[in-house]
């Protein structure tokens, strides 16, 4: 099983690489659209600013490879924030593929929230997915980020800091984790594993 992991400039991309690899995954770094479009599966990571993450994508043309992809997508962090319609950080037009608005956290209490999110948090109200097999009850996940996207018909997953917001989307071939999967232990891994069984 081939597996493409996007390069775009964003970080925190070794980390998943090391993740894949954990899991004795044969994944490959690259923003060639080709070997995309050949892959069985395609994960899409980040760490970063939005609009020029979304000005690098479309230099490439990437934006057009990843809204036609058939395979299993899974974007991470900023890319699932990138996968949504639009993002508040910069005022950033992004992909589309899920008709969501990613919005900036603003604390009530900042005593008690800070901003960024950076933490352990729980997955609420998971649906009945293949991504969300065999997970334990009550299941945590490791955060890093400032933006988080809207509640919608396409949440499969919930997290509440100062209020609710998508923890996993999915729609059609495209899932999305605002978490991250590789810094998340046993859970992330088996999102991961769950994702690469598809």
Same mark, same amino acid.
């Given at each position: 099983?081939?597996?493409?992991?996007?390069?775009?400039?964003?970080?925190?991309?070794?980390?998943?690489?090391?993740?894949?690899?954990?899991?004795?995954?044969?994944?490959?770094?690259?923003?060639?659209?080709?070997?995309?479009?050949?892959?069985?599966?395609?994960?899409?990571?980040?760490?970063?600013?939005?609009?020029?993450?979304?000005?690098?994508?479309?230099?490439?043309?990437?934006?057009?490879?990843?809204?036609?992809?058939?395979?299993?997508?899974?974007?991470?962090?900023?890319?699932?924030?990138?996968?949504?319609?639009?993002?508040?950080?910069?005022?950033?037009?992004?992909?589309?593929?899920?008709?969501?608005?990613?919005?900036?956290?603003?604390?009530?209490?900042?005593?008690?929230? *800070?901003?960024?999110? %950076? #933490?352990?948090?729980? +997955? &609420? !109200?998971?649906?009945?997915?293949?991504?969300?097999?065999?997970?334990?009850?009550?299941?945590?996940?490791?955060?890093?980020?400032?933006?988080?996207?809207?509640?919608?018909?396409?949440?499969?997953?919930?997290?509440?800091?100062?209020?609710?917001?998508?923890?996993?989307?999915?729609?059609?071939?495209?899932?999305?984790?605002?978490?991250?999967?590789? *810094?998340?232990?046993? %859970? #992330?891994?088996?999102? +991961? &594993? !769950?994702?690469?069984?598809?």
């Amino acid at each position: 099983m081939k597996i493409a992991v996007i390069k775009y400039n964003s970080g925190n991309v070794q980390s998943v690489l090391y993740a894949l690899e954990r899991l004795g995954a044969d994944a490959e770094l690259t923003d060639d659209p080709e070997l995309i479009r050949a892959a069985d599966k395609v994960i899409f990571p980040g760490q970063g600013e939005a609009s020029s993450a979304m000005r690098y994508l479309k230099e490439r043309k990437l934006d057009q490879v990843i809204s036609d992809i058939k395979q299993p997508f899974l974007g991470v962090c900023l890319g699932l924030q990138l996968l949504c319609e639009h993002t508040e950080e910069n005022d950033t037009e992004c992909l589309g593929i899920f008709p969501v608005k990613v919005k900036r956290f603003v604390p009530e209490n900042s005593q008690e929230f *800070k901003v960024p999110h %950076v #933490g352990w948090n729980e +997955l &609420e !109200n998971l649906a009945d997915n293949p991504i969300l097999k065999d997970l334990p009850a009550n299941p945590f996940v490791y955060y890093v980020h400032s933006f988080y996207a809207e509640l919608s018909e396409f949440t499969i997953a919930q997290t509440h800091y100062i209020h609710d917001f998508s923890g996993i989307l999915h729609r059609d071939n495209y899932y999305a984790i605002q978490a991250h999967p590789e *810094k998340s232990g046993l %859970v #992330g891994e088996k999102i +991961l &594993e !769950n994702f690469l069984s598809l």
